[in-house]
Nanobody, 126 residues
């Protein structure tokens, strides 16, 4: 199980960014996918999650309305589109996956996921 995130960078407040994560191995099209982030000196926190077919999504309150999670199962990829970026969005962003299950909104923000990928740094300057 491997998850490789990319797309981070240094941007200015108000800019947009799209993160990508490609999965290989067993984290196929039926797995729940998600994004988490960890800012310096803080615990890792939930950002967004999406069910296997993209029909159900969940977002942290801190990003709701500015962030969109999507997936392309043909490419084994999950994306995080972030708009109106703020300095407080600065963090290492990690993609994650969890085995197929009924998708309960709020569950992954509390429990996390089982498979973790590499992180990609997002830095937002003011």
């Amino acid at each position: 199980v491997q998850l490789q995130a990319s797309g981070g960078g240094l941007v200015q407040a108000g800019d947009s960014l799209r993160l990508s994560c490609v999965a290989s191995g067993r984290t196929g099209s039926t797995y729940v996918k998600g994004w988490f982030r960890q800012a310096p000196g803080k615990e890792r926190e939930f950002v967004a999650a999406i069910n296997w077919n993209g029909g159900i999504t969940d977002y942290a309150d801190s990003v709701k309305g500015r962030v969109t999670i999507s997936r392309d199962n043909a490419k084994n990829a999950v994306y995080l589109r972030m708009n109106s970026l703020k300095p407080e969005d600065t963090a290492v962003y990690y993609c994650a996956a969890d085995p197929p299950a009924d998708f309960d909104v709020g569950y992954y923000s509390k429990i996390g996921m089982n498979y973790w990928g590499t992180g990609t740094q997002v830095t937002v300057s003011s």
